[in-house]
């Protein structure tokens, strides 16, 4: 017969996020990514600009390059008459310089010629055969550009820390560079666990289930700013959870095995960290999301979630996600919380933070939460939800509560 290990003392939500947040150092290792590549990646240097951006005087518009104080006099009942020298189109260099009583037609982001101070609309003017008729005045400097508006050669433009957003990928490339210097991204290898669990796509026999699990935390995982490796599920196997281990150790920053984090005889992830590694803590005081471990194995972080999907989704979020968002040098994703009237009866959970689903809907122009939690096993749970609600241990609610639901 099977022997269970029970859970030693369960620490509270609050310090198992900070023991893992305490270990989650962030990323020092730096690699140059093609700018294609670059937007959400964190800059790991002082971007300077060598230049001025724009490096000339150039037309914010189409119409004609002037002097200004050639038409100083212009009315639409007099206009002033300007003999056009030239076109000049974007990309190319001027030939011809402005001089008194001439202008220049001219396209815009085309270089200014030479002895023009201003642009003048072509809706402000009308042609006359070889010539312009201007009908407003302008002033110096209308309509242009002027070198060095957008970015000063010595400035910094970019500093270290910031996460390269597609306006800042466009300020390399006004630059000319072609790579951005980034911090390398976390490594984590994903290990899923379970005799009984087969991978999606394949044919399923009695008392099997699809693995789940995985495939929902790998776009967490990236979307958490780390790069993400799947192993090939792993059997219920002592010695084949200590070889898998050991081998995502070596290459990955992180590793997550789901399942096996629990106190079953079948359950091996704590006895196995035991012996390889360290174990910080397992079991929390939470509902769902009770067996979660978190331990060290070398300077690697391992995290051990429940094999159930909902326990499992939800104690990523709770854990996984921050912890890799550090390690990335991203920003802690900032909390949004909205008040909502509770639409059913909660009850209280003895000795555990309860953790309540709920999905959200506006009715009669008041926000609604509904409990939309099956059980831990249940991945609808989750896929219904649109927020959480924390019930701290021994509480219930009743339905008409006002209650803080964080969005998910």
């Given at each position: 017969m099977g022997r269970f290990r029970p859970f030693g003392e369960l620490i509270t939500l609050e310090r198992a996020q900070e023991l893992v947040l305490a270990a989650a150092h962030p990323m020092k290792a730096i690699e140059h990514v093609e700018l294609v590549?670059?937007?959400?990646?964190?800059?790991?240097?002082?971007?300077?600009?060598?230049?001025?951006?724009?490096?000339?005087?150039?037309?914010?518009?189409?119409?004609?390059a002037v002097r200004a104080a050639d038409l100083a006099s212009a009315t639409p009942a007099k206009p002033v008459r300007l003999a056009l020298l030239a076109t000049v189109h974007a990309g190319h260099v001027p030939r011809s310089a402005v001089t008194a009583g001439t202008?220049?037609?001219?396209?815009?982001?085309?270089?200014?010629?030479?002895?023009?101070?201003?642009?003048?609309?072509?809706?402000?003017?009308?042609?006359?055969?070889?010539?312009?008729?201007?009908?407003?005045?302008?002033?110096?400097?209308k309509h242009v550009v002027p070198r060095g508006e957008d970015m000063r050669a010595g400035d910094e433009v970019l500093s270290p820390?910031?996460?390269?957003?597609?306006?800042?990928?466009?300020?390399?490339?006004?630059?000319?560079?072609?790579?951005?210097?980034?911090?390398?991204?976390?490594?984590?290898?994903l290990l899923p666990t379970g005799t009984e669990v087969v991978p999606p796509g394949r044919p399923l026999e009695m008392g099997q289930v699809y693995d789940s699990n995985a495939p929902a935390l790998t776009p967490l995982v990236r979307e958490a700013g780390a790069?993400?490796?799947r192993t090939p599920v792993l059997d219920d196997e002592q010695e084949v959870q200590e070889e898998a281990l050991r081998a995502a150790a070596g290459t990955s920053e992180v590793v997550v095995v789901t399942g096996g984090?629990?106190?079953?005889?079948?359950?091996?992830?704590?006895?196995?960290?035991?012996r390889l590694g360290s174990v910080e803590f397992h079991g929390v005081a939470i509902k769902p999301g009770k067996p979660v471990?978190?331990?060290r194995l070398d300077d690697t972080l391992v995290l051990g979630l429940p094999g159930n999907p909902t326990s499992c989704l939800l104690s990523a979020w709770l854990f996984l996600?921050?912890?890799?968002?550090?390690?990335?040098?991203?920003?802690?994703?900032?909390?949004?919380?909205?008040?909502?009237?509770?639409?059913?009866?909660?009850?209280?959970?003895?000795?555990?933070?309860?953790?309540?689903?709920?999905?959200l809907e506006v009715v009669d122009d008041e926000l609604h939460a509904t409990p939309c939690y099956r059980g831990s096993g249940a991945i609808m749970s989750m896929a219904q939800a649109d927020g959480l609600v924390a019930l701290p241990a021994d509480t219930g609610a009743s339905a008409g509560d006002q209650i803080e639901v964080e969005l998910l």
């Open positions: 590549d670059a937007a959400g990646r964190v800059l790991a240097a002082s971007v300077m600009a060598d230049r001025d951006v724009p490096g000339f005087d150039r037309s914010a518009m189409d119409g004609y202008c220049i037609q001219i396209a815009t982001g085309a270089p200014l010629p030479e002895g023009a101070d201003a642009v003048m609309k072509v809706e402000d003017t009308a042609r006359e055969g070889d010539a312009i008729l201007a009908r407003v005045t302008v002033e110096r400097g820390g910031m996460v390269l957003t597609p306006a800042r990928v466009g300020v390399l490339a006004a630059l000319g560079l072609a790579q951005a210097q980034v911090f390398r991204r976390p490594r984590v290898t790069v993400v490796e984090s629990s106190v079953g005889e079948r359950d091996l992830l704590a006895p196995v960290m035991e471990l978190f331990g996600r921050p912890a890799l968002r550090r390690m990335a040098r991203l920003p802690p994703e900032p909390q949004r919380c909205r008040q909502a009237k509770l639409t059913a009866p909660v009850q209280s959970v003895l000795g555990r933070d309860q953790l309540m689903m709920v999905r």
